[in-house]
């Protein structure tokens, strides 16, 4: 069979040029088929020196398929489970739902921790935060957030953990009452945070808030970018009002951080501590790949060839992350539109908050923004160039623009999707 590809560097996971899997990786594979019955039951390894064929017939795992086997069928006995929980080795958290359903994610105590100060270290912006006290503001959905959701109307000094604050008490921050926002706002002028982490289009509204507020928080030092997926009129809205170097992050609560770069550079690279990632080529396109990951060092739940929905590009200075592949849209040739091609369409002098473009009819998108100003005229034929298809686009300033179930926003809707 052809040798696969991976995104990880050389020195990571070593020569992918011969017959046989890397000793690296196999010594993981196998150490995962040990940690969890879910493996052998699904496909039966043999104990000779891993070749790439053998590797291939490796079941790739899916979310759906763990949503409906249960995290439970991880782990031999279910008590173990029930134990850990109890004496604090395993935490648990729930996915947002994005795609196939609710999932629950079991991890061993400090491994979030642990991954995350890995991901900071493959960033030079993040990188001087290791090993530091530091403070930071988390503004995400609530059932989001990776390591603590608050799900009561905890008082903010019991929202400040190890030097973190978790500013939102309800997701949607389109229906914050201005009550809210005084309060985040307040919160944050409190806490004097080093950085700030956050979906990007709630992070767009709070620079929104604390420019109308007429209040500066010079303290921040870097910006992440999680959560979801950013589009540039977020990133410049947010850049205004915090004027930081801003971190693309990203990765998924049951995989944990997978990629890291500069925001909007196309420089992200595979976090190598924290997992393999190999690169299925998608739809014949150049350079444009589906993600399998294989995790490393975990415990509870580690996955195995996974397919996680998401597509990147490969350029030169690294890779950019396009998202999710419901996210996409393909013309009727079969060349690709991200919302990165949207953003590059929209006029300089358009400026919002938000916006969400949606295909209603087979040459027809409705293009919704939020934003202080109506939209300059010539977005509709700049966007409607790059859909191509003789598509028409039609504009729809709003004052509110709804989120998924899961508190998340999409930017783009296909009808294709």
């Known amino acids: 069979m052809s040798v696969p590809k991976f995104a990880n560097s050389s020195t990571a996971i070593g020569s992918v040029a011969d017959d046989r899997v890397p000793p690296v990786l196999e010594d993981e594979i196998r150490r995962i088929y040990e940690r969890s019955p879910l493996y052998g039951a699904r496909f039966a390894l043999h104990t000779e020196a891993l070749k790439w064929g053998c590797y291939a017939e490796i079941p790739q795992l899916t979310k759906k398929e763990i949503v409906e086997r249960g995290h439970e069928s991880f782990f031999a006995d279910y008590t173990e489970i029930e134990r850990g929980l109890e004496d604090s080795r395993f935490e648990y958290e729930s996915t947002s739902g994005t795609t196939s359903g609710p999932m629950t994610v079991i991890m061993e105590d400090g491994w979030w921790d642990e991954q995350t100060a890995r991901a900071y270290e493959a960033s030079p912006i993040l990188r001087p935060f290791v090993g530091k006290a530091y403070r930071k503001c988390i503004l995400a959905p609530v059932g989001c957030s990776s390591n603590l959701c608050p799900y009561e109307d905890h008082p903010f000094p019991n929202r400040y953990l190890d030097g973190t604050v978790y500013l939102n008490l309800t997701s949607d921050p389109f229906i914050f009452r201005e ?48 959560y979801g997926k950013a589009g540039l009129q977020h990133s410049r809205r947010i850049a205004a009002v915090f004027p930081a170097p801003q971190v693309d992050l990203y990765g998924s609560t049951e995989a944990g951080y997978l990629f890291v770069g500069d925001a909007f550079q196309d420089n992200s690279q595979v976090i190598d501590a924290n997992a393999f990632v190999e690169l299925v080529p ?136």
Not at 401 to 414: D, E, V
């Open 179 to 226: 009550a809210e926002w005084d309060r985040i706002v307040v919160e944050l002028q409190a806490v004097k945070p080093d950085i700030i982490e956050g979906e990007p289009i709630y992070l767009s509204l709070l620079a929104r808030e604390v420019a109308r507020r007429q209040v500066t928080v010079p303290s921040v030092k870097a910006v992440i970018l999680t």
């Open 282 to 417: 998608y739809r014949n396109l150049d350079d444009t790949f589906q993600i399998i990951v294989t995790t490393r060092g975990r415990e509870a739940m580690p996955l195995l060839r996974y397919h996680t929905g998401d597509i990147v590009q490969r350029h030169d200075s690294g890779f950019r992350v396009l998202g999710r592949e419901a996210g996409l849209h393909f013309r009727q040739d079969g060349s690709l539109v991200s919302p990165a091609d949207i953003d590059e369409a929209m006029p300089e002098d358009c400026i919002c908050w938000h916006y969400f473009l949606v295909q209603t009819k087979a040459d027809r998108w409705d293009f919704h923004y939020v934003a202080d100003h109506t939209a300059p005229e010539s977005i509709t034929a700049s966007i409607a160039q790059v859909l191509g298809d003789d598509a028409r686009v039609i504009p729809f300033r709003r004052r509110h623009i709804p989120s998924a179930a899961s508190g998340k926003f999409a930017l783009l809707k296909s009808l294709n999707a």
